[in-house]
């Protein structure tokens, strides 16, 4: 997912949103590649937040994209994590095993006209951006390419919840719902404060998402969404690279009316060039650390903690 500071920071006094909520926190990997030394700080640093709060730790499976998720990730990411010194209790969620409650999150949205069925292909989107500047990248907002509009209809669409399509958010729309403020979230990690922008900064620096992706029925954004409510998750603790797109969750949150945690974004591991870990980097991977006879300490203390 592109990355880029959205939003700015200010100095107003945050409310705490979580009175009456027990403090909850999650680590939820997508369970496509082993779990590297990036993960194991992020799920570290959410388990020491819990046993710090005496709360609790969660783990979710985040594996709505079943041609990438295979269940022999998921297992040595549970076994790297237990060998951490990580617990969490059982059963875990797992995601493909929800898609009825994505589904029909949309439907609510869609019947409330905040959807629209796109065909474009990236090629399409691609085309039809104004020309930029030779060489020069094309606008990228959170979630990738700004879209610029063509299959968004002038009057919001109506009828039947329409299954098997790729479903945008119209964001104006939903913003002029939402009353049309800005949009913020309490940070408590990486530039911590209140995280602020205004709805028409939204609609133009990330744009109409996409909400159902068609090979998947949901997408990253909703599914995040809907699970951190129906976990009672109070505290999202996660890189820095998701921190622009928690704007597109708190959207989410507002339309469908869900409880919004408090997100601590933290930096990225980077590998020896300065290169954030990706899945592939699994010469980072725990389970060689773990064959190489180190100990969850030394990991600890690899990344700093
Ligand atoms: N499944 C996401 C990932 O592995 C985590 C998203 C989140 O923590 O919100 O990057």
């Not at 617990?87 to 439907?107: C, F, G, I, K, M």
């Not at 507002?254 to 591991?269: M, N, T």
Request: aromatic content about 6%; proline content about 7%.
């Amino acid at each position: 997912m592109a990355g880029r500071a959205l939003g700015c920071r200010s100095r107003l006094p945050t409310i705490s949103r979580q009175k009456a909520r027990p403090i909850r926190t999650r680590f939820a990997p997508s369970p496509t590649g082993p779990l590297h030394l990036g993960h194991a700080y992020s799920a570290m640093l959410a388990f020491d937040l819990a046993k710090a709060m005496g709360a609790s730790f969660l783990l979710r499976i985040e594996d709505i994209d079943q041609s990438r998720a295979r269940p022999e990730w998921e297992s040595l990411i549970q076994e790297d994590l237990a060998w951490l010194g990580l617990s969490w209790p059982t059963p875990v969620l797992r995601q493909s095993e929800h898609l009825a409650d994505y589904q029909s999150a949309l439907e609510q949205l869609w019947h409330r006209g905040l959807l629209y069925p796109c065909t474009c292909k990236r090629r399409d989107i691609l085309n039809a951006m104004s020309a930029p500047q030779e060489g020069a990248e094309p606008p990228m907002g959170p979630d990738g390419l700004i879209y610029p509009g063509i299959c968004r209809p002038d009057h919001a669409p109506r009828g039947a919840f329409p299954s098997g399509a790729v479903l945008r958010l119209d964001m104006a729309r939903a913003l002029a719902q939402l009353g049309g403020g800005d949009i913020h979230f309490e940070e408590t990690g990486l530039n911590a404060g209140e995280q602020r922008i205004g709805a028409a900064d939204i609609v133009e620096q990330i744009g109409d998402i996409v909400l159902c992706r068609k090979d998947m029925g949901t997408s990253y954004h909703l599914s995040v969404v809907v699970d951190d409510a129906a976990q009672g998750i109070t505290h999202v603790v996660r890189g820095e690279d998701l921190q622009s797109a928690t704007f597109i969750h708190v959207v989410l949150q507002s339309l469908l009316d869900l409880p919004q945690p408090v997100y601590r974004h933290h930096r990225l591991i980077r590998d020896d060039s300065g290169k954030r870990l990706a899945k592939r980097d699994d010469a980072k991977a725990i389970r060689l650390y773990r064959e190489a006879g180190h100990s969850p300490a030394d990991v600890r203390h690899m990344v700093g903690l």
